[in-house]
């Protein structure tokens, strides 16, 4: 399988021509060290991070947004919605407040404060 990417690692957007050899991943196109891994990452085991706006039940006209701390398999992401649209979050609220302790392998955290 052969793909072609546009590395979102850097402001260079390098475009990479990603493929699948016998036992290894070969990545070409790419300035950068980053961009090599980031491309292996896309086409073996892609993750996203992934954020969200979640209401605030005590401030019915406030909500808050969320985001993994670290990127997430692809294939999780909206089973993590699934499961962020069950929160009910009260104010106050600070910056790096934990949603989500474990949404695979990674925790949940507000991105603002709510007073």
Known sequence: ??????CILCPKGCTLQAEILETEVSVTG???????????EELLAPKRTVT??????N???TA???KTEKPVPKEKVMELMQLLQKESLIAPLEPGQCVLEDAFG???ITTCRVL
């Not at 969200?52 to 039940?57: F, T």
Request: aromatic content about 4%; glycine content about 6%; overall charge positive.
């Open 1 to 6: 399988m052969k793909r072609e990417l546009i």
């Open 64 to 66: 808050v947004s969320v």
């Open 52 to 57: 969200a706006v979640l209401p605030v039940s």
């Open 30 to 40: 790419n300035a950068c060290l980053r961009g090599e891994r980031y491309g292996k």
């Open 106 to 108: 990674t925790r949940v």
């Open 59 to 61: 401030r019915p006209d």
